[in-house]
């Protein structure tokens, strides 16, 4: 069992930055790929990134070039560097483990529980 814990969110305004962590509970270097979703109020939840054991990653377009993924192995944490934050970036953003490299909600099996970020106009 992995649990997971996203921190980092809130509320900021159009152009600026926020970092999220996403905390494992145990030892995901080894075993686990991470991926990034965040969902909007009436919308589906939607991938934003995904990161390899290996570092490798991979992003949705809406976010290319502005978000990057990336992970500590020895903190068990990945991170998401948000910059150039748009209003239409806002939604809970949640992390996830899988053992596929998936840009898909059914390709993770473990769910932290998601922060808010707001990004205002």
Same mark, same amino acid.
């Given at each position: =069992?992995?649990? *997971?814990?996203? +921190?980092? !969110? %809130?509320?900021?305004?159009? !152009?600026?930055?926020?970092? *999220? ?17 965040? =969902? ?8 934003? +990134?995904?990161?390899?054991?290996? %570092? ?19 903190? /068990?944490?990945?991170?998401? =560097?948000? /910059? +150039? ?12 483990? %899988? ?7 059914? !390709?993770?099996?473990?769910?932290? =529980? !998601? ?7």
């Amino acid at each position: =069992q992995v649990q *997971l814990v996203e +921190s980092g !969110g %809130g509320l900021v305004q159009a !152009g600026d930055s926020l970092r *999220l962590s996403c905390a494992a509970s145990t030892r995901t270097s080894s075993t686990y790929f991470i991926g990034w979703f965040r =969902q909007a109020p009436g919308k589906e939840r939607e991938f934003v +990134s995904a990161i390899t054991r290996g %570092g490798v990653t991979k992003y949705a377009d809406s976010v290319k070039g502005r978000f990057t993924v990336s992970r500590d192995h020895a903190k /068990n944490t990945v991170y998401l =560097q948000m /910059n +150039s934050l748009k209003p239409e970036d806002t939604a809970v953003y949640f992390c996830a483990a %899988g053992r596929r490299f998936a840009d898909e909600v059914l !390709g993770y099996e473990y769910w932290g =529980q !998601g922060t808010q970020v707001t990004v205002s106009s």
